[in-house]
């Protein structure tokens, strides 16, 4: 869900090989469909919204988490979930 917003920074020479290596990497993934039904009874509904309730479930699953959303990072990091800041990475790689 929030790769096609990151996907923009694709533009930076930098960045190209990471998101080359994601493009990748994304063939390979299989999407789900979650009921809007149930997420709106997740915890974190009624804070962060639809969007970022299917990808705590997701995340609660045992999936790596990749966002840019740092309210939905905190969250699922103070619960100790498996979920990676794409800020940190766009650092790591616009540093180089």
């Known amino acids: 869900m929030e790769v096609s917003n990151l996907m923009q920074l694709s533009e930076n020479r930098r960045l190209r090989p990471f998101f080359e290596h994601l493009q990748t990497q994304f063939q390979a993934l299989i999407e789900k469909y979650q009921d809007s039904a149930t997420l709106v009874h997740h915890f ?8 970022d309730s299917a990808l705590a479930t997701e995340s609660e699953n045992g999936v790596l988490l990749l966002t840019d959303d740092f309210p939905l990072y905190a969250a699922l990091e103070k619960r100790r979930r498996d979920v990676v800041n794409f800020n940190h990475l766009r650092q790591f790689y616009l540093m180089r």
């Open 44 to 51: 974190l509904f009624i804070p962060l919204g639809l969007a």
